[in-house]
């Protein structure tokens, strides 16, 4: 079967640099995308990879590697406004959406 | 404001009762999904309409009704819901489907609570 995991919750430090990690076997591959989801909000675009290595987007950075079946997000400089819900999706063979459940940052001062 | 509007935010039915969820996208997008949001599971996808076309029915139970008038609105019509339907339905669209880069704009979802 197609499976993405994902920590279910991660707690950071206001000003540090927070890594959520996904993994994910899933029958081919068309991209792996991450959303952030304030509660209450829309899940809204972050990311999208579908070649190796690092793509950097401000204060966020998206790693993928496809032979590993592994992506990380990389969040720097954490602010309050960062504890949400990130959530992890890899796009199968098929243009199927495969998400994971999520992982709850929580920003503490 | 995400361009895709959902209504109503909220909304509290009995297991008898008959009710439906609007979705409204003005980003001239091609394709319109409906997802299930349930408490630290991964998203579900319900429907799939491509072009006004129902492309995609993932099991979902008949009390479950989907509609697509016009390739802006998508409805969720709901009756003789079951309590563990209560959970929060996403609607989301996408310039096209079968693509790669595929990214999805949601709405902010209409919270279900079926008593």
């Known amino acids: 079967g197609q499976n993405i995991d994902q920590p279910t919750e991660m707690t950071a430090t206001e000003g540090a640099i927070v890594q959520i990690n996904c993994t994910y076997q899933?029958?081919?591959?068309?991209?792996l995308f991450w959303y952030q989801q304030h509660a209450g909000e829309a899940p809204t675009f972050l990311s999208y990879n579908v070649l190796d290595g690092l793509e950097e987007k401000g204060r966020f950075s998206s790693f993928l590697s496809r032979s590993k079946g592994y992506s990380y997000l990389l969040l720097k400089e954490l602010q309050m406004k960062d504890s949400a819900s990130y959530l992890c999706a890899v796009m199968d063979s098929n243009y199927q959406l495969i998400w994971g459940a999520g992982t709850k940052l929580i920003i503490k001062p | 404001e995400t361009g895709v509007t959902q209504t109503p935010r909220h909304l509290v039915m009995g297991m008898t009762n008959k009710k439906s969820l609007k979705c409204e996208q003005h980003?001239?997008?091609?394709?319109m999904y409906w997802y299930k949001q349930s408490a630290k599971k991964p998203l579900e996808l319900m429907f799939v309409y491509s072009l006004e076309e129902r492309v995609e029915n993932n099991s979902v139970p008949s009390r479950f009704s989907p509609e697509c008038p016009n390739s802006s609105h998508l409805f969720l019509h709901l009756h003789t819901l079951q309590p563990e339907d209560s959970a929060l339905y996403l609607c989301?669209?996408?310039?096209?489907?079968?693509?790669?880069?595929?990214?999805?704009?949601f709405g902010a979802g209409s919270r279900l609570t079926v008593l």
């Open positions: 899933t029958s081919g591959f068309n991209g």
């Open positions: 989301a669209s996408s310039r096209d489907r079968e693509t790669g880069a595929n990214v999805l704009t």
């Open positions: 980003l001239g997008h091609n394709a």
